[in-house]
């Protein structure tokens, strides 16, 4: 038999049976992460941080969370534990537009969520509170079980994708001054040429607001009318 503990951090014990009690938890650990993120992005996050921002010892850590994919595992359910789920009504869309505005909302509060997330993350306790809220209310709308675990992924999706996107360039200073200036002359110069005569005229065409949270808004009414049809 395989004296290995499991992979995934959420079938290991919080604590071993015997020993003396721990002077941190894992969620001690999960929170200074976020912390530290936060602060100064994933890369930032190490075993060294946290325990100094928490006063333990680095190598005592391991005793907690033994490697980096479980404490992106901690990092990310923590995170889900904010997601704002609404009470249930009788309006199953508002309902979802709701919930996955909420993702958006928790994925802008931290930027480095997308890409923790595409280091195969587990789902832990408030991810799959989340994850059950989601397929109920799809299931309200007369959505299958399977139809609903590829819709409510592709919503999420959506969700991080947009609010990494809607980030980006936020805290690049003059740079990115510069670049969106550069950008905008190199898009004129290359419209003009006929060249690309349909984003031309995208582009010329007087736009809707563009307030980065009405754009959302907008685009997820438009998924949700295409993905789910009761």
Not at 63 to 88: C, F, S, T, W
Not at 199 to 223: G, N
Request: proline fraction near 7%; aromatic fraction near 8%.
């Amino acid at each position: 038999m395989s004296s290995e503990q499991p992979a995934v951090i959420w079938l290991r014990p919080e604590r071993g049976a015997r020993g003396p009690r721990p002077t941190h938890t894992r969620r001690d650990i999960s929170r200074a992460a976020v912390a530290i993120a936060d602060a100064d992005g994933l890369d930032a996050v190490s075993m060294r941080r946290i325990a100094g921002r928490i006063g333990a010892g680095t190598m005592s850590l391991y005793n907690y969370v033994p490697g980096k994919h479980q404490l992106y595992d901690l990092m990310i359910d923590e995170v889900a534990g904010e997601l704002a789920l609404p009470e249930p009504t009788d309006d199953w869309r508002a309902d979802l537009r709701a919930t996955v505005r909420s993702q958006y909302r928790t994925a802008k509060r931290h930027p480095w969520l997308s890409a923790a997330l595409r280091r195969l993350p587990s789902l832990g306790p408030n991810g799959l509170r989340y994850l059950d809220f989601a397929l109920s209310i799809l299931e309200r709308a007369g959505v299958t079980p399977a139809a609903g675990m590829e819709i409510v992924p592709l919503l999420n999706g959506f969700a991080y994708t947009y609010a990494e996107t809607a980030g980006a360039g936020t805290d690049g200073g003059d740079f990115i001054e510069r670049w969106r200036a550069d950008q905008a002359s190199y898009l004129a110069s290359v419209l003009a040429s006929g060249d690309y005569p349909h984003l031309a005229r995208a582009m010329s065409t007087p736009a809707e607001p563009t307030d980065a949270d009405e754009v959302f808004d907008r685009t997820l009414d438009r998924l949700i009318d295409g993905l789910v049809r009761p």
